[in-house]
């Protein structure tokens, strides 16, 4: 199965509007970066400034609107308001890295940058469409992970949490054992397709060789409008933000796992006890790699 249409874009405004971004025609982009460059600036301007600011129409930025699922001008500024005056945001720890910050400047900037990814993801995360995705996995003969570069990471980690419950998993990064994989799903199996822009080539082949065969395909992209995310059935979306120093192969990997960690808990959730037992066993076969600390020794 194949979807016709990609989902529409969940959560806070401005999460919805970094999401639609790459999907937007060039003014509409333009558009887009005024309000992300200074969403309370904007709740105070006409359409017409807007327009004048984005060197555009104000035809165009009504085409912006619905394409954020804002129905107006009017609507746009006061959720642009409202979100501006709900955020509890601070310029000098969540602002961009610079080459001149101190080492204690990046450390604050990046823990403030995860700890906004992991809420944002969370806001608009389709609990919905996650509750189908746990379904299909719990009940899968088989998991085929597919991700590359640092998604690869996440895909692996998803393996190897899956197999702890007994669940059949694979992640693959290289596109032709993936492909290979991919062809030999059939229905009931689930292919998942890890990548943060949801352009990547390798990503999305294996998982439309996945649809060809039957399987059931996930894409957990930050862009729901992405070629990734058309090629699959249910679609989990991540809200990463990209910086000078995080690019998309950093900022995405937090978010990545966050989600797959709640599909996982969700997946575990729905085969205990068995799912207990199997984790148990396997903290039981590698305790003996663990050195013993002396507080442990007095604990024990």
Not at 46 to 70: M, P
Not at 96 to 118: H, M, N, Q, T, Y
Not at 268 to 280: C, I, N
Request: glycine share 6%.
């Amino acid at each position: 199965m194949t979807s016709v249409t990609s989902p529409e874009p969940t959560g806070p405004l401005l999460v919805r509007v970094r999401a639609v971004m790459p999907a937007l025609a060039p003014a509409e982009q333009r558009v887009a970066n005024a309000v992300l460059a200074d969403p309370s600036g904007v709740a105070a301007m006409t359409i017409s400034e807007l327009a004048e600011v984005a060197s555009t129409s104000e035809t165009t930025v009504i085409r912006f609107c619905k394409q954020i699922g804002v129905p107006g001008y009017p609507q746009l500024r006061l959720q642009l308001a409202a979100q501006s005056a709900t955020e509890n945001i601070r310029p000098e720890v969540g602002g961009d890295i610079e080459p001149g910050d101190s080492l204690a400047d990046v450390v604050g900037k990046v823990a403030f940058a995860d700890e906004r990814a992991v809420r944002e993801t969370a806001q608009q995360l389709d609990v919905e469409a996650l509750s189908k995705v746990v379904a299909a996995v719990a009940k899968a003969p088989r998991v085929d992970l597919y991700g590359t570069a640092a998604s690869s990471f996440v895909a692996l980690d998803l393996q190897q949490k899956l197999h702890r419950i007994r669940r059949v998993a694979f992640a693959w990064s290289d596109v032709h054992v993936a492909l290979t994989s991919a062809a030999l799903l059939g229905e009931g199996d689930v292919a998942i397709g890890i990548s943060h822009t949801g352009t990547t080539v390798e990503v999305v082949e294996a998982l439309e060789e996945a649809a060809k065969h039957g399987a059931t395909t996930v894409a957990i992209t930050n862009f729901p409008r992405s070629p990734l995310a058309r090629t699959a059935d249910l679609v989990l979306t991540t809200a990463a933000r990209e910086t000078t120093y995080r690019s998309g192969a950093m900022s995405s990997r937090i978010a990545q796992l966050m989600v797959i960690d709640c599909l996982f808990i969700g997946v575990a959730q729905s085969v205990m006890p068995d799912a207990r037992k199997a984790l148990e066993e396997t903290a039981i076969a590698v305790r003996g790699h663990r050195l013993k600390s002396s507080v442990n020794d007095q604990q024990n």
